[in-house]
Every structure is written in structure tokens, then in C-alpha cells.
């Protein structure tokens, strides 16, 4: 999306024509017209306002489409492309990707405690039946 112009109920018919509008969104356009367009001119005005470069907003957008939080894959490569087209290096991609994966290590922050607790609790033979478990 680039113009700062382009007014808020373009943003879909905008995303719809470049290819960037994700089909999953078809039924709360036609629920919600309104509120799509809303949310959608929210959510790309980073793209619109010419605030960051082009290049570091496709950047941003390939951290979060790849982080374990999302992991959505079209984005990502809906992204990358248009991140080379602009310029940007294969070697600043895979240092973006790199960073995003530290989202992931907070599994491990809540899963290896709960796994050597209960390895342990079972070396001590002290099998506990299935318990709910927050993983807060």
C-alpha cells in the first residue's frame, strides 16, 4: 500500500486488486464491511504513512508473519518478495527470521521446567494421573 491519500474504505478494493488480501478475511468483509475497512486502514497505515522506509516495514511484516505466534506462511512470502523487489538483501531477511525465532524459546521457558519436573517425578516413581496444568 503506498499513498497517504488513499482513504480508508479503498484499503480492501487497494489489497484485494494487489494481491495482498487474505481470503480468510472474505466472510468478516461481507459480515462487517465497515469494520474491515476500519481495522484494515488501522492495521496498514504503517505502510500509507511513510513514517518507516518501505524496506523496514516488509521486514516487520516478515518478523511477524514468521514468528511462532502466527507462522503464516502466504505473509511470509508474500513479504519476502516484495522485500527483494525493494532492495532488501537475502542476508538482512534471514538475520529478521533469525530474530523472530526468539519468540519461540519461551516454549522451552514453560515446557522444560514441566518436563524435568516430571521426569523427575517419575524417576522418583511418583506418577501422577493426568492433571490440568496452567501455562501461565
Known sequence: MTGSAQRPEDVVAAMRASGQWNALWDELAEL?????????????????????????????????????????????????????????TGEEILEVLKLAT????????????????????RRAGNVVEDQPRSMA
Open 32 to 88: 462487517d464491511p465497515e469494520w474491515t475497512e476500519d481495522y484494515l486502514a488501522l492495521a496498514t497505515r504503517s505502510w500509507r504513512n511513510g513514517v518507516l522506509a518501505p524496506q523496514v516495514v516488509e521486514l516487520l511484516c516478515i518478523a511477524v508473519d514468521a514468528a511462532c505466534t502466527h507462522m503464516y506462511a502466504p505473509g511470509v512470502r508474500r513479504h519476502i518478495r516484495a522485500a527483494l523487489e525493494l532492495g532488501v
Open 102 to 121: 526468539v519468540v519461540g524459546i519461551h516454549s522451552c521457558n514453560v515446557g522444560v521446567p514441566i518436563l524435568a519436573e516430571e521426569l523427575a517425578s
